[in-house]
């Protein structure tokens, strides 16, 4: 089963790969507790909430620990209305109670999750005025940030990242808010800005994997801007760097960005030894990229790039038992029908269930697809089904409709870019439409750098990897070849 918790992937969804990584894993650090998914005990809770309406509809006054236990298990199965009314009927209920700030912050990450962010913005900016001087009251200002950049306020959301910052110099999101600060600064366009900020952070978290960041940052900055020659100095300064924990990037994907900006900079010879320079193999994604620009680029090193095409036709034949093709007629027809390569939908279900139909993530995604019954109760109509319950999306031939019909629509977003398509069914398309933007050009490697959330990156990559080597190993119609 995919280990990620699509919920909090968007609830985190700010803006740069750090956020999710050790300062944000995962949730902020209220006193929610962790309750099971399961769905038992989500029948269990919902049968006890019959219950505890009066005749108006109105739910009764429960122990304010049970107001928050519900609200968890209903949250984390995404039935969000459910979650919310325990929140705020401990809210009317107990105002003075200490766990009110984290009832506040759940409204706002549920509304923020279902993509209501003005809603999101009202509860997080309250929070943030009510408790200036608690843990919650600091979640709500860097949380009504992300929620000002996803109702288009690019320039305001890095003003309250900067205020973040300038009021909580030791808080907990001091890191990520000075990697925020830079990233929303360039979708602002405020680049000079973003370069000041850029050189801030690195003075003050010299040595750590937060400077690390900020100088991927300019690097991407530079590679969207096209300004090649300091790409390719930064690319330099980056690969000397440690790639300790937490690091946003990767040796090979600063190869591979190198390699692109020698190669975007005319300086051909440089760029083919660069791009031969990209670890290649199977799980290499960049060196999948580097294998495809030297095929085009062509040359006197010919030699060596079909000696990387043959070894990853052999290795890709050699790990052939590791990818399999079940449930064949589904998929195509699910995917034929809606012009997709069923060699994708075979790649994600690899990636997202191991091919398993009762997988079920800590978020509440169920079936091959791992869908979550909001996205699925979205696109059961289209695919020709009138009603949904959670259980049936454990049914391989539903969770493949419904899953081929959300990835068509993501391909309608994101023609001829199946990274983003990717990337927008693990992290949201809402986000993946910024990274797009910000990354300017038309290339998948510089789109995958510019992914924000470190989870949804390497998603990226292992479903691309997958993909590869499901083309190297069958044909279209899923025969082998």
Not at 171 to 185: C, F, K, Q, V
Not at 420 to 443: F, I, L, P, Q, T
């Amino acid at each position: 089963m995919k280990s990620r918790s699509l919920f909090l992937i968007i609830l985190l969804g700010v803006i740069t790969l750090p956020l999710l990584a050790a300062a944000n894993k995962f949730l902020p650090a209220t006193s929610f507790s962790t309750q099971s998914s399961s769905d038992a005990s989500l029948a269990a809770v919902r049968r006890d909430d019959r219950f505890a309406r009066n005749a108006k509809g109105i739910m009764t006054r429960l122990p304010p620990e049970e107001h928050l236990r519900r609200a968890s298990v209903y949250h984390v199965n995404r039935a969000f209305e459910e979650a919310r009314d325990h929140w705020q009927a401990l809210i009317n209920y107990y105002p003075e109670d200490p766990r009110v700030g984290e009832a506040m912050f759940g409204i706002g990450r549920t509304n923020y999750q279902q993509r209501r962010y003005e809603e999101a913005y009202k509860h997080y900016d309250r929070l943030a005025r009510t408790y200036p001087a608690t843990k919650e009251g600091r979640e709500g200002l860097n949380f009504s940030a992300a929620a000002l950049l996803r109702m288009g306020d690019a320039s305001a959301a890095a003003d309250r990242y900067i205020l973040y910052i300038q009021h909580y110099s030791d808080g907990e999101r001091i890191e990520t808010a000075h990697l925020n600060a830079i990233d929303t600064l360039r979708e602002a366009g405020r680049l000079k800005e973003a370069g000041s900020w850029v050189a801030q952070t690195r003075q003050r978290f010299a040595g750590t994997a937060t400077e690390t960041n900020a100088l991927f940052g300019l690097l991407r900055l530079e590679v969207a801007e096209g300004d090649w020659r300091r790409a390719v100095s930064t690319a330099d300064e980056l690969r000397g760097k440690t790639f300790q924990k937490g690091v946003a990037t990767s040796k090979s994907e600063v190869a591979y960005l190198k390699a692109l900006s020698l190669d975007r900079a005319g300086n051909r010879d440089e760029a083919v030894a660069a791009y031969l320079a990209v670890p290649g193999g199977i799980d290499s994604y960049y060196g999948w990229l580097a294998t495809d620009r030297l095929e085009k680029i062509g040359g006197a090193r010919r030699s060596q790039v079909d000696e990387r095409i043959g070894r990853n036709k052999t290795l890709a034949t050699d790990a052939a038992d590791r990818y399999p093709a079940p449930y064949r007629q589904s998929i195509i027809s699910a995917a034929k029908t809606r012009k997709l390569d069923p060699r994708l939908v075979l790649a994600i279900i690899r990636q997202e269930s191991d091919f398993r139909p009762t997988a079920k993530s800590p978020a509440g995604a169920r079936g091959l697809l791992q869908l979550t019954i909001d996205a699925a109760h979205k696109y059961a109509p289209s695919a020709g089904l009138k009603s949904l319950q959670e259980n049936q999306l454990y049914q391989p031939d539903i969770s493949i409709m419904v899953g081929s019909e959300y990835l068509a629509d993501l391909f309608r977003l994101f023609p001829n870019l199946p990274e983003a398509v990717a990337a927008s069914y693990n992290g949201g398309e809402d986000n993946v439409v910024r990274w797009v933007k910000r990354g300017k050009h038309k290339d998948p490697g510089v789109f995958t750098a510019e992914v924000g959330f470190d989870e949804t990156k390497g998603y990226v990559q292992k479903v691309m990897n997958n993909y590869r080597v499901y083309k190297q190993l069958y044909n279209d119609d899923l025969t082998r070849r």
